[in-house]
């Protein structure tokens, strides 16, 4: 559930240290032009095991360009109880278990960017809970049932109703898995609520790999409890939702093209106000931990096209 | 000093990553009541030792429900000379050498919460300062003494005058010990003073663990140099003091009840304004990493009830 | 380029923890007088090394008294390539290679305090862009170059200028090496500029190392880019420059009494506003991880003798 997966499989007993930094170059061809050197993330934290059936994984946040005031923080940090295969159990802070791209690990993405159907409609992404979880990508069945607060990291529940987060995958072929999400919850008091649905698909052939996700959301929101990895929340309407779909292959050369394409629409009710978002990637491993990532995005706003698109490099280290 | 006690044994010179996380879930009985899951602490830190008398210990609180402004900070950090059995010395941050209950460690309490007695009065709970200590639990005699900014952590002495403070503990029987502490300090200036005084005991005789402590404290105070971990000060009177006592059984099921009672008298010269807590806590005991707690508080103001019981459960996990 | 230089001979792949603490004493003879205790810096992180060319390095700075909201932040965070020798690059958040005192390590300074000159004209001391290198104290040539923001550590840069900043050094003789430095910046925008040059030299004789520094500096300023450690930023005049020369002996008692004198001038364009600082120090090597600092600085204004000297004593353990 967290950005990386505990391994559960150090050999002494002692804490694993684990991390990642994304140094990264963007340059937005807005009008006047930006570019600057950033961190995306970065990454430090400690993994382990208790003899025999416990893991911890606590991992904070040390980028200044994520949380709205610059500062780290703390990202996932939970104990889990796996002695029941089938009824493994967290308590802590994790990622909501909903939807294929938020629960693909940070380090792991395909594009440097998440779609923003995912960074604004599954807010918050990280959350505090418990988790019910079962299945690896080997069963025929995964599933991930989580009770949450519901306000995001860090900040107490702001009313005495839970939400309810849960996500369910099958494997029904090797290169094959669908999947579906739902969401049930009280962003803000114990009346208003919001619903969400999820539902993914994943063909993983030989060299190719396609993915695709389309997002359904409804009801109140909490703006507070913000997006994706320093993504700033947008106000939404009643309605709203979204898919992405991508593709990619890996060469020989360990070089793999990408291309993803986007659409977003933050209120289903007014008519022309979606975007869409093409990424043009390359992705380069130098080896098992070191990759670099080159996107360009292509930006289309059907309400009026808007001088906003995007080259992004990232040099990332995993450790 | 610190939460931990550096143990000053690792093989090699390498430090050692510790920590631990307290997911918590709490349901307040107030009206309307309130629950939510937070982080009651979550520490990393490394500890190690410098050939031959040296040792340092570096702890950081990453749960965002501690610190005012909810971001990290650097809890106790220190550098210690063991060169001289009855005059060790730190310098650093860590706490204040006063009282049984504060000096014992986050992770080792047996209850969830402090006493209030304790985070209230123990003001600031951490500071920065020297100290001269020794003795250990196994000597008739032990003994602690610190010259301190008095401002708390992470700011500056705010006068040129230093606060004292000490503890003295006697194991006169090996089931038994008894101590006393005292304070003397300046909270704002170099004029108004502080003075603080405590009485210990401890009796552990086989399973059964009873401890108790009363705490006096007068004179001025500096109510943003906070309490304990992460509960708001109260503005105290001239006067103020209140005590504690417990007792908890170890069952050979690694099941321990424990049972508490308090009480905290803000301002010794209104009659009829203290609060009486009485804790009923369930401990168990998974290994020696891995503890749950249950604790239920019934709280009475003799002033009026009020409805403030509350559910606290807790999961803990020591690296 | 960090304050540590990465080793990159950890001997397995996995992270290495390094860090130092400095908690330090401090009087400063103003009127009225002030003493605290408090950390010049408290620092974390790991480094490691990637097979077979990568390596990378990622520091926290934990001391509550260097950033302004007292807050922990991302210091030093790089990722290194390391296959061509005169063609070393780096990517990620460093200091400015830009003079010799600002690229001593903070944890091998002479002095507990850098000069005024480095910390208020050398800013920001640190930021994010591309660094390429080559060479080493062993070869005749040494030699960085980089690509910066220009606007400090955990900002986007505010202009899509950056800023260029280079470092030469030469080691003609064993004892003996010479070096210059220069700046173009953009401090606030694409057309106002900042210009700085800077020449150091180093003699390192037996137990005797001298060393100084003169730095010039012109143009615009960006005060919230922050100076050195923790210092405030002055505001500067269009033309600023200083310098500082020091010298030290290693006795066989490892005891190193150490001398230092620094001029700073904030506006060149200003008669009679030079600020003359001469610290009297004594440094002991307990190990070669711990170090005790003991300095006075005299500190002398040529407009008028303002009472300001300071004692300062700093215990240092790194790890």
């Not at 995912?118 to 988790?131: E, K, N, V």
């Not at 080997?138 to 009313?159: C, H, R, W």
């Not at 289903?268 to 380069?284: A, K, P, R, V, W």
Request: glycine residues 10%; aromatic residues 14%; hydrophobic residues 35%.
């Amino acid at each position: 559930q967290g950005c990386e997966e505990p391994s559960g499989d150090t050999d002494d007993g002692s804490p694993k240290v684990i991390g990642f930094i994304q140094p990264q170059y963007e340059s937005h061809f807005t009008d006047p032009g930006t570019s600057t050197f950033k961190f995306m993330r970065a990454r430090l934290g400690v993994t382990g095991q208790i003899p025999y059936d416990f893991t911890y994984y606590v991992m904070a946040e040390f980028s200044s360009f994520v949380s709205s005031g610059g500062n780290p923080f703390l990202l996932d940090a939970f104990i889990s109880y796996r002695r029941f295969e089938w009824a493994k159990m967290s308590v802590g802070s994790f990622k909501q278990p909903f939807g294929l791209e938020v629960n693909t690990s940070c380090s792991g993405l395909h594009t440097i960017m998440r779609s923003k159907v995912s960074d604004q409609l599954i807010s918050p992404q990280r959350d505090m809970g418990f988790m019910v979880f079962g299945g690896t990508n080997e069963n025929l069945l995964q599933y991930q049932f989580a009770i949450m607060n519901g306000t995001g990291l860090g900040v107490k529940d702001n009313n005495s109703k839970k939400d309810m987060i849960g996500r369910l995958k099958v494997n029904p072929l090797d290169f094959l898995s669908i999947g579906g999400s739902f969401r049930y919850g009280y962003p803000i008091n114990n009346e208003e609520t919001r619903t969400s649905f999820a539902a993914e698909f994943e063909v993983n052939l030989n060299n190719l790999l396609v993915q695709g996700e389309y997002i359904y959301d409804e009801g109140d929101q909490n703006p507070a409890a913000g997006g994706g990895c320093g993504s700033d929340p947008v106000i939404l309407g009643e309605k709203r939702g979204g898919y992405w779909v991508q593709g990619m292959y890996m060469t020989k050369w360990m070089l793999q093209p990408v291309m993803k394409f986007e659409m977003f629409d933050l209120d289903s009710d007014i008519d022309e106000n979606e975007e869409y978002i093409t990424t043009f990637g390359l992705n380069y491993f130098f080896n098992d931990w070191t990759r670099l990532q080159v996107n360009y995005q292509y930006k289309a706003e059907k309400a009026g096209e808007v001088e906003n698109d995007a080259l992004l490099m990232q040099l990332q280290v995993k450790f």
